[in-house]
């Protein structure tokens, strides 16, 4: 996913969002709670996951440096989220309350807009990781991983990698080799 900031809602963390540096493995949000907060990343890493019908965990997104994240379905909807939201390494952010965004959507036709624009951004993701999943290959979506965020990639561990590919940590070190011995070719 490409940086998200759309200028409104940039402005909107800048000035009403409070600066919070959190350590690695800090629970933004955990499953079964309602989202009340978004997150503008300004250094550090952050996924999202769930933990399925057998108790694995299954990473489904993960944001970099100048991406807003948050539970946006538990944020908009207020049900409880079925996401956890955990910071891969130690993060500074900017943390924005919903009731200081959502009073200001209120008012604000641009602020809105970005809010949709983010909304409809998760949206296409998700179609993409359901239907990724179902046509390719867990190398082909690796191999696209790279060619998007090669040098992020790195910073996120191979375990983690994995359950997002639906594979295990020792499949991905094989599909990493077989891909490192193609392109050495």
């Known amino acids: 996913m490409q940086p998200f900031i759309m200028n409104v809602l940039y ?7 409070v600066s919070s540096r959190v350590e690695a493995r800090h629970f933004l949000l955990r499953a079964g709670d309602v989202a009340q907060r978004l997150y503008l990343i300004e ?19 993960f944001f970099f ?8 379905e538990s944020f908009l909807s207020e049900c409880p989220s079925v996401l956890h939201l955990v910071t891969i390494e130690a993060c500074q952010l900017r943390v924005l309350e919903k009731v200081a965004v959502m009073a200001r959507v209120q008012n604000d ?3 809105r807009a970005d809010v949709q624009a983010l909304t409809q951004q998760r949206l296409i993701h998700y179609i993409n990781l359901y239907t990724s999943a179902i046509a390719d290959s867990p ?6 991983l790279l ?14 990698l994995a359950t997002y590919l639906g594979v295990s940590a020792v499949h991905l070190s094989r599909i990493r080799r077989k891909l490192k011995m193609i392109s050495s070719v």
Not at 139 to 144: I, L, V
């Open 65 to 72: 440096e100048g991406e807003v994240v948050g539970s946006l």
């Open 109 to 111: 036709p641009s602020l």
């Open 147 to 160: 060619a998007t965020y090669q040098q992020k990639l790195e910073r996120i561990p191979l375990h983690i």
């Open 139 to 144: 190398t082909h979506r690796y191999a696209a």
């Open 11 to 17: 402005k909107t963390f800048l000035e009403l969002g």
């Open 43 to 61: 250094q550090g890493c952050v996924r999202l996951y769930l933990i399925d019908a057998d108790g694995r965990e299954i990473s489904t997104q």
